[in-house]
């Protein structure tokens, strides 16, 4: 995310965050700080979910080479 798109979801979950605040519903209000802290964090470090999912799979998929050779299948 670019330019004013970043600014313009940032202000949207802001003022749904507001909305959910003042209607006393928390559940929503937790899923929508999460989901702007989690655009922040990606938005500055580059690491995203799709890179954690990789790094899982590529590990699950390196620990299952050969197994059923060690296990002597």
Known sequence: MDGLMYYGVLLLL???AYIFFQHNNSL???????IGVYIVYSHE???????FKDEVVNSI???AEGFAERKGL
């Open 45 to 51: 470090t580059g690491y995203t979910a799709t890179d």
């Open 28 to 34: 929503l209000l937790f899923v929508v700080v999460a």
């Open 61 to 63: 998929n390196d620990e």
């Open 14 to 16: 802001l003022a749904l």
